[in-house]
């Protein structure tokens, strides 16, 4: 149940076509730079944060150092530094440029990282039309969805590089990831019982979603809508940044550090709350889905209402009651392994298994994230500081 | 199924005696602090220990803002400075010393807080004497329960500032909280079904302990004895601290920033395992139980037997098939709350809940915790990065 | 007697006919950057380097903000955000972009900034067509050697960006700043006696030189050559980079935490010791000038030798007696105001005064360094941390 | 021409009975102490503060160290542990506790610190009546010179430790080290020429008084008083702390990072100044001599009365003109070798030179400082952003 987004996504890759599946998933990343200046690619403000030239790198990387040079026996790198120079955070794949570091890589360049691209490409056109293995597809598969979630990533990216450029470029006139409406309204029961958890059939999905297991749950109500602007502008003009009452103690300590007092890229301007969009400064609209928070805030807002956040079972369990995908939702559990989980051997196995800690799951997909790459029960997880995806809330009575 | 301890702790406050509970936990604060000499009560080596000096004014300070000013009308504080002085984190009572101060505040000075103890207890004891109401005995004993948590803080602080002391002083001779041995082994079965958690009945419990509620397991085999020094040493020798594979992505971070390569406490001389305890530098006993790792270690140490850790769920269903109370285990849960959670009004709320983000939870107890303190349902909680409390694994098959 | 350049330096702008000094200034800043990618235009890896494109802004907002808009009373700013965006450090001309985030901000592109380069050179020429005033001249001839001192800057912040690329990109080929030869040997006497010190005439000179005032020097000699790097290699063979000894107390430091053994761009491979120029990476000559080192390393060498630094005084009275400009050289002096200095009012007065707290001179000049910027007077200054610049050293017997 | 002191100093020792000297000095050490309680021994709120009982050690272990284990060939060290703990920054010596681990070594206590004094009294005493050398005698002034400094430190850091509790503690009542008056007024004026700077003859100086030689000085008028609290508070008044424009670059980074206000100590309560001195918090007297700023607050404060502050040169040619030792005084001279400055070889070499970096120099002495213990050579030293110690200003037109 996937909602319509504003941008011309592609079609889903979970299809039989694989070869039509890569070139629609490698073409959509480039798409997405479209409309970049070639400074845009380079920079990185923050750690979390990664160069658009990075994300076209390192999608590229995954196909060269994980399949064509295991598949192919042929296969020459594209350039021997690669391998270092875009690895991410595989501890198995050697040495890599430190995470703060990536943004100050002017060479290659980006018309470089191009080719860079249309070389794999080709190689993996060669590999698909001599024919996959079981093993091969899996792991081509994997690295479309790989390339989906960077694609998330660097708009999510970009938008930081440029919600923090004092002059506010525009990205694309009356592109916004923000201006999403609910489309339903009320509350949906679920009744207590034993349900089942985990990804069960279907083409695809990670590795942390595995391990098909039974929860039992309380009987509850949750929202068939996600909580909009307008319901958070009353939070915040009740005071509610400055209630410790309502907040984690590290949020707290969150909100006086950075004097918190509004959802990322919110600016009161002559006293109305305006935000920066990918299309450029607007107002903010009190109808539209929240955006933008970070698991304080979120958690925040649910204890002002008297009410709380679901775990990710009761989102799972309920899922099929109302539409999702509009907003990445903060759940309220911890970002942990399901039952019977274990790594794949390797550096595959480094692609979910050791960030399970510290972090919460979300859940459903959001405008910026390719239709067809979610389901019901994909385990997104980040800080719970963070602020920079499109992350909103629903609530639980 | 307590086991024995080394120290001669006072018999259980969970009994109906109130005001006999009430001098036995106050006076066992202070005899921990016979051995010391003045000045031990003042450092604070580092923001997440407390002086001794500190928690023997904090606990008296709680009586004394949560009971005696709110239950005794003429009550005059000790001192008008000390709510201020000796608040912890609640922020309910007003602006409090930054807590990396702690250490540098040496007036009023040690006989002053022991003269505040007095005067407090003198209060005290007229009011218990008086008669006290339902409400009143609750926060009795919740002051009484913080007081030993607090207890079980000071000893172990204590070995952090004496354990960080180049001349490694004594406490007490042959005092120590670690060597400990397991009187059980092999492994407790325990069936896949439904199981109860949370608790039930009893004299005392801290609200994280409420909302009992239903959990469904898989079936799982849970190892009846801890994981010894000896299991550990080979874990060292076969290089776990240098293998990244075995680590969570912010385990392995931790190892490289400490360069770490054992326990806390534990120094390699001249080719044996020596540890620092409050009796002394002494050998590594291999048989004893392993302590002061934190949960990066033990998941690691987990994954290097190929195992797991339990998650609490799994530990208190299985918990009477084991005796536990030798150490506090790491549990793979995240704490966080339990169906139907909700916070106190006012101050005694900031006592759990508040907390419940980035922290693992832990089960059972130590050779540090008051006997009669913990139960099958207690929930202790630290960040997974922290060594300094007593802590060890039990492995789950 | 400045020598040789490798660099195809402009000519002079002491001259009289400025228009075409501008001409000349203002070309060269543009005649540096003609190697660069635009993706090089944009990091700062560090908070003392800002990005090629910064320069470039940041020289024309000079004439923008100090000339355009206070002697053209119709001159319309390019754009109303740019004397935000590329100011400095100048607290007079209101809020800037910190200036830790100047490598983030994309917008305006390069082209844009060439266009502002553009426009402001027109505006100039109109301005310098109608005829200058004496007040007009002066602030020209600043804004021509504040251009040409980020000249400098921005080669030297390129070469921190491209040797901080593991792939060690080539500017050009075949350049190098480092490669420069001594012209003469033995060393030069200076007798006992007052010696005047600071600018006297001429056409330009900052106003730190201003003050001319007499200094009793007692006799010394000082070399007619800078220090090689052969003859450090020896003393970082001797162990020099691990005798605490040689070293003040906050080199030691810088020592400890760096890991420093080497000058900057220093890499030691197969046993040979290599450099990252600008043309590449390639062997150390030992004969060449030594170039990159911090004045804690300056002053470690010279105990080594059982010599010392000059101090700034003395190279200004020995500077007739032999040639310099192939290398900044550190003195034994701290950056302080000579009697009389008193700053100009408003923002050209935050031009040198404001920083001179904990900082050395160093005297000379370098093959960075425009032809004709520099005297025997001139006093430039740097942190003595900082190895980025061309810095070398003199010694004294 | 030192002035009088509101604490009973002992007599100077720079007389000829050197064993007297040395029980004046070590006794006077331990009078400072008196008023305290044992816990006030012990802590480091800062890293540049050291605790009471580390300067009642690390002067004993400097008699142990330099003289005794050199002199004494049967001399037994008190405690082996001891070289290590109670070293400063010698590294000659060996290693040592790191700076801020200090105020966290609880054991030895301070009875056996007092222990470990007497212990080496004693066997002083013994030496001392030996006989001695030249060379003996000679570091054995130096060891008392050395302790001077440590008692002035001890009571600068105690009032450091009292002034940041947040009760105020009292040292003794009626004590101050802030209420001095200017007893002199007026101007006085040097001629310019050559003067003769640096240690001539006496009993006694430091390495880094060494070095006589001559320094040509233009014309100057100095005042014979010293900047009142009166005029500094019309400084603040008029918004001396909010004006960049008065203050150096990194003295006004310095102003934002600290929202600095007014001198340490100092705390407006109700409209009215007061401060904190160790007689307790008392009104500021407008007519007391200023003290507790650093030398960013000595500039800044020079700049807005348009006048600057002396060099340290100007201040010793012109010191038998005025009254001086009611505060140090920061002059605008760096702290830099005089010419023909060498250190010493091995430890004693690391008493001054390694710090000539980063510093500037003060000239006087303060009612903290040992009588007999400065003279108008002496180089006082410290960060141009320190506060803590008596630190005020003189004026130069």
């Known amino acids: ?62 196909f060269e150092e994980f399949i064509l040079v295991k598949f192919r026996p042929d296969y020459e790198r594209y350039h021997p530094d690669f ?42 056109r060669q590999l698909l039309a001599e024919g ?22 660097l708009i999510t990216d970009l938008k930081y590089i440029f919600g923090h450029n ?23 029961s679920v009744e207590a019982g034993i349900y089942g958890i985990g990804f069960e059939k279907g083409d695809f999905c990670y590795d942390n979603e595995l391990g098909r297991h039974q929860v039992y749950l309380e009987a509850f109500e949750i929202s068939k809508s996600l909580v909009t602007n307008g319901e958070y502008i009353e939070f915040i003009e009740a005071g509610g940044y400055g209630d410790f009452d309502l907040w984690l103690d590290e949020g707290w300590q969150w909100v006086q550090q950075y004097a918190a007092q509004a959802p990322l890229y919110w600016h009161q301007i002559e006293g109305t709350w305006h935000q920066y969009t990918l299309g450029g400064l607007q107002r903010v609209n009190p109808d539209s889905v929240l955006c933008h928070i970070n698991f ?51 550096a595959i196995g480094e692609y979910n298994g050791k960030f399970m800690i510290n972090q919460m799951v979300l859940r459903g997909g959001s405008t910026a ?23 909103g809330l629903r609530l639980v009575n």
Chains 1, 2, 3, 4 share one sequence.
């Not at 805030?297 to 002002?304: Q, T, V």
């Not at 995908?325 to 399901?338: D, I, K, N, V």
Request: net charge negative.
């Open 83 to 124: 391998s270092y120079l875009f690895n991410s955070y595989y501890n198995h794949m050697g040495s890599r440029v430190v995470r703060t570091d990536r943004g100050n890589i002017t060479r290659p360049g980006v018309e470089e990282v191009y080719r860079y691209r249309s070389y794999v490409n080709e190689a993996m």
């Open 166 to 188: 004092p002059i506010f470029p525009v990205y694309q006139e009356g592109f916004s990831l923000t201006e999403v409406a609910n489309t339903e309204s009320g509350w949906a």
């Open 369 to 391: 994230t390719s239709p067809g790459h979610s389901r019901p029960t994909y385990r997104n997880f980040f800080h719970p500081h963070l602020q920079w995806q499109c992350t």
């Open 1 to 62: 149940m996937h909602t319509d987004t504003l941008l011309p996504f592609p079609e889903t890759t979970q299809h039989h076509d694989l070869a039509a599946s890569y070139e629609v998933v490698r073409q959509y990343t480039e798409d997405l730079c479209a409309p970049l200046q070639l400074e845009d690619y380079i920079p990185q403000p923050v750690d979390f944060v990664s160069p658009p030239k990075w994300h076209l790198a390192h999608t590229s990387w995954f």
């Open 296 to 346: 304080y805030e979120a958690a925040a807002f649910a204890a002002w209402k008297g009410m709380r956040l679901p775990t990710e079972f009761e989102w799972e369990a309920a899922s099929p009651q109302f539409s999702w995908g509009q907003r990445w939702e903060w759940t309220h559990s911890a970002y942990l392994p399901y039952p019977r989980f274990s790594k794949a051997p390797g």
């Open 132 to 153: 996959t293995s079981a093993e091969l597809e899996e792991l081509i598969i994997l690295g479309l969805n790989h390339e989906q979630q960077h694609q998330e990533l």
